[in-house]
């Protein structure tokens, strides 16, 4: 490995064949691109289109419908086996086309943060897409670039500093130079003549030379390393597994059983084979793969629309189980704008109102209205705040943004609030010289010029800055400093950091003459105290509301973040997740607990602050080997290894990474911790979904099942051919599980606790229900059977299309029943799900077309019903419905409520 940081610019010359003043050439440039390749993260070595096309077909479910609709093949039964089929394919294609369109949106995303740089080429800068970039490039940075190659610094500005957040996981920015560095193993971190790609300029200019591109930057590295990691199985996909292995089971007793009794009875062999084919066929939830993925896609859909895009649709239910949220503090439970919310001046202290970098907010004393231009104390403090600064204000289409530190940024917007124009001040005082901010002085100071005369503003630490301070600014008045001003200048400063706030102390001082030395021993003494600025983070308005939904939904919400203990815990109560037991800890309290030491109080930790990405991991696992289900947020690629640890890895949209965004089950496109609220939400009421409309498939299964079985019991004709049975499972049970699939999220959902995630989709209170609706249908469909065969004493045909339909509209009765097991459609509303009574009827009028269809009755081998039958029809039909909605307005006036299905 080449130690760049310690060449001098003549060997680094040499070593990436380049010239430090005029670049490459634009031909050795482009032979260097088609050599080296664009620079750009390689894509995840995952799937081809035809991998995910083919992975639909991985299901022990898809498989057991291959396998009917081979057996309806070999009886003939062509029109069954093509039915079979197609629903197979429709399964397939709708899952394809959702996993693929969430891949597609991902690359998009990528797209978005993909910029342009600028890089000096034969001696002329030129602007070119980052991806074009190539070792040996000569590229220039200014504050608010994103550094598009790993690169060594040859030229920098006293206050060039660059944001490595996303590779080192260091929330504060790093200040850089291009002095070389003597020793040759220097962590990353303290290569400070060095830049990296994924990481952006905070201030200052520089210029430097790439070295690295592509997969070959650190950057690169992580990234190839995380393509490696493996992933698992949802639980709802472990649960439709498990379904699919207890129906094989079923059917192979019932199909056994029924085949059986019959030879012992002396029936015929082939006439035997078609019952228990029809038996397998009705067992067989033909729509259950279908339906639920497009319950899953269309939650997808309605996800996007809340700032949430799911990569993977299975993922979506996992959403459903999480009862811990961990995540950042810094822009996804803050707004990640500094906000200044007081300032200090003529012994006063003033509250300003407003958030982020709009510059829209008052000043208040003592909860009245004041203009601060009016006083002289606070005036001059804003001047220090305006002139003192490197930062932008851009205003872009009402729109506010920053160029440069944040923390200067919201000095400016208060000193707009305030009615100052910024650019006249600064045009009033033109620059003259700098002296940067340094750890050790704690300081900075801009010498600028009006007229003759000079002043040096200056800010930095209260503490450190007060020392300097012989006089202090009162009310325009300039008086000297007493011990006893001091401490109360140093009290406040104490209360507002108390309050978790950050605290810059103002100051200037008037020069007769610019020295020949502009230094910090020559300018920063002798200073005239103007004030104290207070500033915050301040959290994002909706996340309070969407805590209080996580705490009534049972989920606990965990801060991370690598800033100070107080600042975090005074965040966390703001928001309402720390309470008087709530603990706070650090990363190195947190490695002084052994693991099992840790993990007796993880449960009651609500804050980690100043803590590494090992920290992070090991917060998950621990969660983890409690029996949580864990989403996790991150943003830089140092929190990959914690986000895919979780059983929900959320990326964030705007600051996250490519690395991390490939890595994740979900991207939250606004950064917003309200949005994975929101996830959850919908992640809850997909289930909830899934759930009714399993619930509805099988019931309506169990009562075909039950009418074939019930049927070779007691000695009757086949009651209903395979073709019918197929027919109500994709029409009739079809369309309404379709509908239920979009059912309306229950208002309640999140008043309820996360379900177990090893709860199975079926329980067993909900399986006894199922079982005894089936058994309903089932009997109304067989009374309807034995009352026109025997009682009427008409044709079999015509009392198998009397059973047909019966069994038909109970279950479209039923589908109503399931939307709820609690109240009753009556309180919730007919009209609640209008995609249910569209279905309802579509699926009534395609079964009156197969009835009184001719061409259709040849096929589906049924008879015209007449009106007297269609009385009988209707009443048999919606018993179940009605019996179930006494149950439902029997429990309720008692006080009790359904279980879940």
Known sequence: MNRYWTLEEKELEKLVQTDVETGLT?????????????????????????????????????????????????????????????????????????????????????????????????????????????????????????IPADSRLIYTTGNFATQEASLTGE????????????????????????????????????????ISTGMQTELGRIAD?????????????????????????????LVAMVFLLGFL????????????????????????????????????????????????????ETLGCTNVICSDKTGTLTRNEMTARAVYAGENLYNIS??????????????????????????????????????????????????????????????????????????????????????????????????????AFVKGAPDVLLSNCTHIENDGRLQ?????????????????????????????????????????????????????????????????????????????????????KNTAVAIAR???????????????????????????????????ARVSPEHKLRIVKAWRKKGQVVAMTGDGVNDAPAIKEADIGVAMGITGTDVTKEISDMVITDDNFASIVAAVEEGRGIYDNIKKFIHYLLSCNAGEILVMFAASLIGFPIPLLPIHILWVNLVTDGLPALALGMDPIDKDVMKKPPRKLNESVLTQSGGGMMLTQGAFIAFCSLLAFW?????????????????????ACSQLFHSFNCRNNDKSLFKIGIFGNKKLVAATLISFTLQMLVVYVPFLQTVFKTEALGFNDWVMVLVISSFPFWAMELVKLTRNLGGRKTKDC
């Not at 952006?200 to 790439?210: D, E, L, Y």
């Not at 401490?487 to 610019?514: P, S």
């Not at 200073?527 to 049972?554: H, S, W, Y």
């Not at 990363?587 to 693991?595: I, K, M, V």
Request: net charge negative.
């Open 480 to 564: 000297e400093i007493s011990r006893d001003d001091r401490n109360r200048i140093l009290a406040v400063n104490n209360n507002m950091a108390d309050q978790a706030m950050r605290v810059l102390g103002m100051a200037y001082r008037k020069l007769e003459n610019l020295p020949e030395t502009v230094d910090a021993e020559t300018i920063e003494q002798d200073l005239v105290f103007a004030g104290l600025v207070a500033m915050i983070d301040p959290p994002r308005e909706e996340v309070k509301q969407a805590i209080e939904n996580c705490q009534t939904a049972g989920i606990q919400s965990v801060m991370i973040t690598g800033d100070h």
């Open 787 to 807: 009352f026109v065969l025997s009682v009427e004493s008409e044709g079999l045909t015509r009392a198998r299309t009397a059973c047909f339909i019966v069994l």
């Open 574 to 608: 703001e928001l309402g997740f720390f309470k008087s037991e709530s603990v706070a800890m650090t990363g190195s309290e947190l490695d002084s607990l052994s693991q099992e030491e840790f993990e007796t109080v993880v449960d009651k930790t609500a804050v980690y």
């Open 354 to 455: 407003g958030i982020g970098y709009d510059p829209k907010g008052e000043f208040t004393h003592t909860e009245r209205k004041i203009n601060p231009l009016e006083s002289n104390s606070i005036a001059k403090a804003l001047d220090v705040a305006v002139l003192c600064n490197g930062a932008k204000l851009i205003n872009e289409d009402g729109i506010y943004r920053i160029l440069g530190d944040p923390t200067e940024a919201a000095l400016l917007t208060m000193a707009a609030k305030a009615g100052i124009n910024i650019e006249e001040k600064e045009q009033q005082y033109p620059f003259v010289a700098e002296i940067p901010f340094d750890s050790d002085r704690k300081q900075m100071t801009i010498i600028r010029r009006k007229g003759q005369n000079f002043t």
């Open 225 to 253: 390393m995380i393509q490696e990691i493996k992933e698992g199985s949802t639980p709802l996909q472990k649960r439709l597994e498990q379904f699919g292995k207890w129906i094989v089971v079923i059917c192979l007793v």
């Open 26 to 146: 634009l031909e050795e440039a482009e032979n260097r691109l088609r050599k080296y390749g664009n620079n750009q993260l390689a894509a995840k070595r995952g799937r081809s289109p035809w991998k995910i096309f083919f992975d639909q077909f991985n299901s022990i479910i898809i498989w057991i419908l291959f396998a009917a609709a081979l057996i309806s093949g070999f009886l003939k039964e062509c029109v069954d086996s093509l039915a079979i089929f197609c629903i197979i394919i429709l399964n397939s294609v709708l899952g394809f086309i959702q996993e693929f369109r969430a891949e597609k949106s991902l690359a998009a995303l990528k797209k978005l943060s993909s910029p342009s740089s600028r890089v000096i080429r034969s001696g002329k800068p030129v602007s070119i897409p980052s991806e074009q970039i190539v070792p040996g490039d000569l590229i220039e940075l200014e504050a608010g670039d994103k």
């Open 171 to 210: 929330s504060v920015p790093v200040n850089k130079s291009s002095h070389l560095l003597a020793e040759d193993d220097i962590p990353l971190a303290d290569r400070s003549n060095m830049v990296y790609m994924g990481t952006s300029v905070v201030s200052g200019k520089a210029r430097a030379v790439v």
């Open 265 to 316: 009875r002396g029936g015929k062999l082939l006439e035997l084979f078609l019952t228990s084919v029809s038996l397998a066929v009705a067992a067989i939830p033909e729509g259950l793969p279908a339906v639920v993925t497009i319950a899953l896609a269309l939650g997808v859909q309605r996800m996007v629309k809340r700032h949430c895009l799911i990569r993977k649709l299975p993922s979506v």
